[in-house]
């Protein structure tokens, strides 16, 4: 069973994320961290702590993350893509933090605490912003040759950007950050858009995921489509054919534990931080020439079999739920 320690900005493909990664037999969640992203922070928050209490893991201990980027403006959040709250066109009927209350996540040094309790076996997986993993790199940096592996969904290399046409959303929400995590990273593995963009939960997976969890009587597992058909519409907005939406995070998670069946190569990346219309993209030298000594040298995902990887996904999603 893989450790994990979850940064996420909790919108619907993160949520997907950490509903599988509860139910999964493979992992462990050993900590959630929730930030700002593709909500804000207190949404984030309350998200994290929603799917804790339906699923009863409130013994994971949750960790307030960034409100803000480096970038030094307001962050853009993205309703129309997650719906207003994150949950698509779910309603979550849970209170937000109670005023007076907001201090019991203002925790950040559990971080540093799980790192240190894991030594060597924990892998980081990141599939937001890079704000509050670079923020701990920045503040314990004695941490970092203490975590086994990083996983992060973020970046673009053969496909256009999500959010400028070479930008994506995780990047180009905070490169700065990424710079510091690309550059200390010692083990970092990449899944980028144009890899994560082929991880679809169809239609039609969605309805059979729905009607299994219904006839079950399960909550958790009927929240499911009303979120991901509100991405999926957002997506069809986009690709008009498209036949679902795109697990982004979940791929990614799901990949710390299944090596053999994801292609990767290592090459040098940075990411462009200097102002003008390629802020926030992600380069990858694939030169074959390169020495791979010159540069921060990671690896990146190219192909992954998806077949194994959503008959994964359905399987969990479908056999009892926590609730
Ligand atoms: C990434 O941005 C968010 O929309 C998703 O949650 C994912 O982590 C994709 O660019
Ligand atoms: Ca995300």
Request: proline fraction near 5%.
């Amino acid at each position: 069973t893989r450790k994990i320690l979850l940064f996420a900005d909790f919108g619907i493909d993160d949520i997907m994320a950490i509903i599988y990664a509860y139910n999964e037999i493979n992992v462990e969640i050993v900590g959630v961290v929730a930030e700002y992203g593709n909500v804000q922070k207190r949404t984030a928050i309350r998200n994290a702590k929603y799917l804790q209490e339906v699923t009863g893991r409130d013994d994971v201990p949750l960790i307030g993350g960034a409100e803000r980027s480096l970038i030094g403006v307001p962050p853009i959040y993205y309703p129309e893509v997650h719906g207003p709250e994150g949950f698509g066109g779910f309603v979550p009927l849970s209170e937000f933090i109670p005023e007076g209350e907001e201090n019991i996540f203002e925790n950040f040094h559990q971080i540093y605490d799980i790192i240190e309790k894991y030594d060597g076996e924990l892998t980081i997986v990141c599939v937001g912003r890079l704000t509050s993993l670079a923020t701990s790199f920045i503040l314990y940096p004695e941490t970092v040759a203490k975590v086994k592996k990083i996983f992060i969904m973020g970046g673009a290399f053969n496909f256009p950007g999500n959010v400028t046409p070479v930008a994506e959303a995780n990047i180009f929400g905070d490169p700065y950050a990424a710079n510091i995590v690309f550059n200390f990273a010692e083990d970092l593995t990449i899944f980028p858009l144009n890899v994560t963009q082929q991880a679809i939960l169809t239609y039609d997976m969605v309805n059979y995921i729905d009607q299994v969890n219904k006839e079950a009587n399960n909550k958790l597992g009927q929240i499911i489509k009303p979120m991901m058909d509100y991405y999926w519409q957002f997506y069809k907005s986009q690709i008009p054919t498209i036949t679902g939406a795109p697990l982004h995070d979940v791929i990614t998670l799901w990949a710390v534990f299944n090596e053999q069946h994801i292609k990767y190569v290592k090459k040098p990346v940075s990411v462009v931080t200097a102002s003008g219309n390629a802020f926030g993209q992600t380069v990858g030298d694939f030169r074959d020439f390169v020495q791979l000594s010159e540069k921060p040298v990671h690896r990146i995902a190219v192909e992954f079999d998806y077949s194994k990887f959503i008959s994964r996904v359905v399987e969990v999603l479908t056999t009892e739920l926590i609730s």
